[in-house]
């Protein structure tokens, strides 16, 4: 609460209001939380999203293990939309599975600390709520790590 009232000194009397707030994660797993499988594997085994492709697909590809899925979601959630995009990427030079979630919230925000703190917090809980299902196979592995920007 004490960053967001800090930005708002020096702002004049009577700012206008926001009319959008955007809460962003981006979740790297890497070769230890992988364990070898193809991000096809690892994005159904652990995380639970399945890809069943037509059959004319399975028919036409020469090495399924080679079929890397990118998807993105995007659903409407209380505070507003959800949009979450599944691909490869990379973690401290190492292959990984990206799990990148937002969640944007349109609507009249009152340019009040305590009304962007709940606001933040109400799409925050969204995606927590939401990674800690989708990661639940993993979390006997799982360690929080630091990346360099």
Do not use: W
């Not at 959008?20 to 193809?38: E, L, N």
């Not at 979601?73 to 691909?87: A, H, K, R, W």
């Not at 979630?101 to 009304?115: F, G, H, L, M």
């Amino acid at each position: 609460m004490a960053q967001i009232e800090r930005k708002f000194v020096g702002i004049p009397q009577h700012p206008p209001h926001f009319t959008s707030a955007i809460v962003r994660y981006i979740d790297g797993f890497r070769g230890d939380m992988i364990k070898g499988r193809s991000t096809r594997e690892f994005l159904s085994e652990a995380l639970g999203f399945e890809f069943n492709l037509p059959r004319v697909l399975n028919n036409v590809c020469t090495d399924p293990k080679q079929l890397v899925p990118q998807l993105q979601l995007s659903m409407p959630v209380s505070p507003g939309q959800m949009v979450m995009t599944l691909s490869e990427g990379v973690v401290d030079n190492q292959p990984a599975v990206i799990v990148d979630t937002s969640v944007i919230v349109q609507r009249d925000i009152a340019p009040e600390p305590a009304t962007v703190v709940d606001v933040l917090t109400e799409a925050r809980n969204v995606i927590h709520q939401v990674f800690m299902e989708t990661v639940k196979k993993l979390h006997d592995d799982m360690d929080p790590i630091e990346v360099a920007e």
